[in-house]
């Protein structure tokens, strides 16, 4: 009896023996980062950048995307990269993953501008540092480094000026049809204020109708073929029409609209050459469309952000301050440019 008692005490005291020490590696394996065994102490030092990126739902995003990549890779910075398929729940869960891993540092592009404080503020209490990419949030600014991307209110502005040049000499009204990019965000906001902005001192320029193109070519297309086909257009298929009123510019929050636009144009054999087009990203398909007759002034958002991102990493893994916004040099294209001084855009 007494052997059976000592043998029971014995199988307790290992077991629990057994469970303090699995409690005490699951404690120490959450202090520190799980870095793989087989890295070199040169890689172990590696910084971490964890990035969440929207998509890819126009080339400029996909350009936006391999200059991040390839400056990672110059600059030694190890990456761990999220697609969220244009989803917001898909950034937030990625963003949740960068800090169990506990990242060095995180930086996503918000796809729309609202509900990121909770994530924010739980990278913030894990002490992981995060800088906006290409957009901006609505948030409290204390639970992000700094902002990197394009002056979109400043890329809206541009694009007005160019229009109010262009027809400086009409005295009739000047009607406008604007596609606009992903609802809620905060490049929309800006490219339709700074827009909007410098038009307001003109009232000859009407924004006669503004619809949501998403960032999309396939939606440029429905709109095209929607403005061909529902609305009246001119009886020798000349120019555009929205409810029986001619539209004297198109402003394209990007260009994979524009082009979506031209696509469905050409289908539906539209002649478009007195119509104002104007489109913002400077993609290469547009620049060439721009040099075939077909736009008349293309707005740059440059996307080759990733050389930048990474010096804004490495300061702040260095335990610096970076400033709160960045913008990237950006310029215009119009059809009163030498084109033989373009430069191939390389996207
Ligand atoms: O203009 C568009 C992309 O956020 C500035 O998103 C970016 C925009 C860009 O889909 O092509």
């Known amino acids: 009896m007494k052997e059976t008692v ?38 172990q030092e590696r910084l971490i950048l964890g990035f969440s990126q929207i998509g890819s739902e126009s080339a400029w995003r996909t350009r936006n995307t391999q200059s991040i990549y390839e400056a990672a890779e110059e600059n030694g910075i190890q990456i761990l990269f999220d697609d969220a398929q244009q989803k917001q729940e898909n950034q937030l869960k990625a963003i949740r993953s960068f800090i169990v891993y506990q990242v060095d540092v995180i930086a996503f592009v ?47 502005r541009r694009a007005a000026r160019y229009l109010v040049n262009k027809c400086k000499n009409r005295t009739d009204e000047v009607t406008i049809f604007e596609m606009s990019g992903t609802e809620n965000s905060s490049v ?12 307001s001192a003109y009232p000859k320029f009407k924004i006669i109708h503004s619809e949501n193109g998403d960032f999309l070519r396939s939606r440029g297309k429905e709109i095209g073929d929607n403005l061909v086909t529902k609305h009246f257009y001119g009886a020798n298929r000349h120019g555009l029409y929205f409810e029986g009123t001619k539209i004297d510019a198109v402003y394209s929050h990007n260009d994979s609209m524009t082009l979506g636009l031209l696509d469905s144009l050409a289908e539906h054999n539209i002649n478009t050459k007195d119509t104002i087009m104007i489109s913002v990203d400077a993609e290469q398909k547009s620049i060439d469309a721009l040099t075939e007759g077909k736009l008349n002034c293309v707005v740059e958002c440059n996307p080759n952000l990733g050389p930048k991102l990474m010096e804004l990493v490495k300061q702040i893994a260095n335990g610096e301050t970076i400033p709160r916004i960045t913008y990237n040099s950006e310029t215009m294209f119009t059809e009163d440019d030498d084109f033989s001084k373009y430069e191939p855009r390389g996207y």
């Open 188 to 199: 929309v906001r800006d490219r339709s204020n700074g827009f909007r902005e410098i038009l």
């Open 6 to 43: 000592k043998k029971i005490q014995l199988i307790s005291m290992i077991s629990f023996l057994a469970a303090v020490i699995f409690l005490l590696i699951f404690i120490l394996s959450l202090q520190f980062k799980p870095k793989s065994k087989n890295k070199t102490p040169e890689q």
């Open 110 to 156: 918000p796809i729309v501008e609202d509900g990121w404080d909770n994530v924010l503020q739980e990278a913030k209490d894990a002490g992981i540092p995060v800088i906006l990419v290409d957009r901006q949030i609505n948030a409290d600014p204390s639970l992000y480094a700094g902002f990197l991307g394009e002056d979109g209110i400043e890329e809206g």
